[in-house]
């Protein structure tokens, strides 16, 4: 069973950042990859990006792509979301999933059996 965390949360105004973590068990020695997913109200949930699947591709969803960042900390066994230039519509829940995805579920939720309970992102105008 592996166990997510998210933390790093809250209001912003737009323009500005945030840093969401990750932190997790047994990821590491797992072999699991993880992943962002966000998930706003009344819409489906979103591929935020994944660090490193297959330990070489980092892939990001083209709504974030250039403003958002994942990285990693081994020895914390931690990603990190760093969110910049924030938009109004970055509003949603995002949460962290870790899983075994192959190349046709890397960017879906399906792929990724455990979930964080979700941290909220609110970017005001």
């Known amino acids: 069973q592996v166990r997510l965390v998210e933390s790093g949360g809250g209001l912003v105004q737009a323009g500005g950042s945030l840093r969401l973590s990750c932190t997790g068990s047994?990821?590491?020695?797992?072999?699991?990859?993880t992943a962002w997913f966000r998930q706003a109200p009344g819409k489906d949930r979103e591929f935020v990006g994944v660090?490193?699947?297959?330990?070489?591709?980092?892939y990001y969803g083209d709504s974030v792509k250039g403003r958002f960042t994942i990285s990693r900390d081994s020895a914390e066994n931690t990603e990190y979301l760093q969110m910049n230039s924030l938009k109004p519509e970055d509003t949603a829940v995002y949460y962290c999933?870790?899983?075994?995805?192959?190349?046709?579920?890397?960017?879906?939720?399906?792929?990724?059996?455990?979930w964080g309970q979700g941290t909220q992102v609110t970017v005001s105008t």
């Open positions: 999933a870790a899983g075994r995805p192959i190349l046709s579920t890397v960017r879906q939720s399906v792929g990724y059996r455990f």
């Open positions: 047994e990821r590491s020695s797992g072999g699991y990859t």
């Open positions: 660090f490193k699947w297959r330990n070489s591709y980092t």
